[in-house]
C-alpha cells in the first residue's frame, strides 16, 4: 500500500554519492530511539549515513502531520544526516509486499549504501516486523537485472539490526557501540518528537525518556562506558583489525 502522502523521490544516481549506510526505519523516530548515537557517531567519523522512514507514523494520539513533518525535520538537523525520506507507505498497516518491497529496493539502488540497518527481527510491532522482513527482501531485490526499477543494480554487503523493540527481553547483542560522546544529542533527536515521547505520557518515573536513558546506561556499563547501543547481526562479522576492540 502506497500512502498518498508525499513520499519522497527517488534520488538521481547519477548525481548522488553513494551512502556508506542507510538505516530503514517503521516510523520516524525509530531510527533515533534505537541508534541515533550510532548513525551521529558514523557522521562524526565522516561517512555519509542515510534514513529511511518507511511510513509518516501518523495517526497518533498527540500528533499529526504537521507535527511530524516539523518534528522529524528538528530530529534530522540534530543528527545531521546525509540523506532522509519517507517511503510513504501506511501506518498501521504495514506489509510485506512485492508492491512495498519494489519500492525499498528502489531506493537502495539510488542511494547504493554499504550497508543496512533493520529493526530487530523479534518484536511485538507488526509494523516492526514487516519492515524488517521487508529490508531483507529489499536488499536481494535490488540486486536483480532486467527489471524497470530506477537505479543500477546494487547489493549491500551486510544487513545488521537495531534494537527498537516492543518487547520486554533480555537480548543478547553481537555487539554494543560506544556512543558516550554522542549522548546528549541523542537524546535531543529524541526529545524532538516531543509529541511522541512526552506530550501526554505518563510523568511519573521511570517515563520513557527515563527507559531510553536507563537502555543506553545498561549497554554502556555493559562495556565499560557510560552510554552504549547493542546490535545484532545473521551474518558473521569480519574484521581485519583487533585494535577498535574495547
Sequence with gaps: MINTLTPTEFPNPDEFEPLDFLVVAPHPDDAEIGMGGTIMRMIDQGMRVGVLDLTSGEPTPQGSMETRIRETAAA?????LTWRGNAGLVNRALENTIEARVRIASYIRCLRPRWLFAPYHHDAHPDHLAATLLTEAARFQAKLSKTDMPGPRHHPERLYYYFCIHLRLAVQPAWIVDISDQWERKMAAVRAFESQMITGRPTTPPTLIDRIR????HWGRLINRTHGEPF???????????RDLL
Design 76 to 80: 534530522t538537523a540534530v543528527m545531521k
Design 214 to 217: 536507563h537502555e543506553g546506561e
Design 232 to 242: 545484532d547481526t545473521k551474518e558473521p562479522l569480519a574484521m581485519s583489525s583487533l
